[in-house]
């Protein structure tokens, strides 16, 4: 929708912008994705822990509160910062709430059934996500946002890998308390740096073969003729992609394997 839209972040000046870097400058504005997706934590939140953790009224009211602090905090340092207007937050923040809703109430239960039945739907998933980088719309000019999209996309595909994965380990009882939990952390969060420093080098190194790699002088060229245009199958895509789909199934499966092994 930000791609399709072009709408631009308020103008600076008058709006007094905060952050400087000059990616900031680049992006569009409407709606805001930052808002969108905070109330979309928020809301989902909300939605399954009152479906499955719930408690005393006490504690509900705590989490419900928390929860609703920071979809507004959020939303509103986009405010704050002149990174967005109020209209482009309230329109984010909307779409994050009847994204949720609309999920939780449709798609839960599909998802789960398919995890549990085959890896139809892992599969599906990712013919479904590069679909979407082909018919995603060309901005007016360069814009990190179709990164952070691939980036987002990967990351929902790898949980979805690694969720199926998951549930054909055998079922495994974690140990619990404190020390555990900080050492099951302390391994997730390890791995996933690891994983960050190894994939630059080694998919470049592996990507690097099978592109040109004097192609820059000719896309820009080509950019003041036509107009920009995404490099949807390039090789940073490609390595967000994997990169991405990486973090993703680590966070669900392959740490999990971790713990198994180790025993916490």
Request: net charge neutral.
């Amino acid at each position: 929708m930000t791609d399709s839209l072009c709408l631009p972040r308020p103008i600076s000046p008058p709006v007094y912008r905060r952050p400087t870097t000059s990616s900031i400058n680049l992006e569009y504005g409407f709606p805001s994705t930052h808002s969108s997706l905070a109330f979309t934590i928020a809301t989902f939140g909300s939605l399954f822990y009152g479906a499955y953790w719930s408690r005393d009224a006490e504690t509900d009211r705590v989490v419900y509160i928390s929860l609703l602090m920071f979809a507004i905090g959020m939303a509103f340092s986009r405010v704050f910062t002149g990174l967005h207007s109020f209209l482009d937050v309230v329109s984010g923040s909307v779409i994050g709430v009847v994204y949720s809703w609309v999920h939780w109430k449709y798609v839960m239960v599909p998802i789960e059934f398919g995890l549990v039945e085959g890896i139809w739907l892992p599969m599906s998933s990712t013919l479904a996500g590069l679909i979407l980088l082909v018919i995603q719309p060309d901005p007016l000019h360069y814009c990190p946002c179709f990164k952070d999209s691939v980036a987002s996309m990967s990351a929902i595909i790898g949980l979805l890998l690694g969720s199926w994965f998951n549930g054909r380990l055998p079922i495994y009882e974690f140990t619990v308390g404190l020390t555990f939990d900080v050492l099951r952390i302390l391994c997730g969060v390890i791995g996933l740096v690891i994983w960050e420093l190894a994939s630059k080098p080694l998919l470049m190194t592996v990507l690097n073969p099978f592109y040109s790699q004097d192609s820059s002088e000719t896309d820009k060229d080509d950019e003041k003729k036509n107009g920009y245009k995404i490099e949807r199958f390039g090789k940073d895509t490609i390595r967000t992609l994997i990169k991405y789909i990486g973090v993703g199934w680590w966070v669900v499966y392959g740490s999990s394997k971790l713990f198994c092994v180790l025993g916490i």
